[in-house]
């Protein structure tokens, strides 16, 4: 299987880490919901088609980068940047100045 990273060019798989699913949404950091953290991290969609991931070129460029992979044929149909897109989701972005 090949990545094309958009910096570096089409390179094999062996290169990149896998990040994990790009479509879950975190919880505010200051939720104490339960259920939403134990939803976040633990449940998983097992989808079949097109699937949304993170990837890291960490033999090559050291990007992060959002891939959308078919999961029944292992077709990538995009690859861009993650910086390119904004901040990663959340459910609610952090207060400046405040830690958690
Ligand atoms: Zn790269």
Avoid at 36 to 53: F, I, L, P, Q, S
Wanted: glycine residues 8%; aromatic residues 8%.
């Amino acid at each position: 299987m090949l990545i094309n990273c958009p910096y570096c060019g089409p390179r094999d798989v062996s290169e990149f880490t896998y990040q994990g699913d790009d479509n879950r949404v975190r919880p505010d950091q200051a939720s104490t919901d339960q259920a939403a953290w134990n939803a976040y991290t633990y449940d998983r969609v097992n989808t079949m088609g097109d699937h949304k991931e993170l990837w890291l070129h960490s033999g090559g460029c050291r990007a992060h980068l959002r891939v959308t992979r078919s999961t029944l044929t292992h077709a990538i149909s995009s690859v861009a940047f993650v910086r390119d897109h904004g901040e990663k989701k959340s459910a609610a972005r952090r207060k400046p100045g405040v830690r958690a």
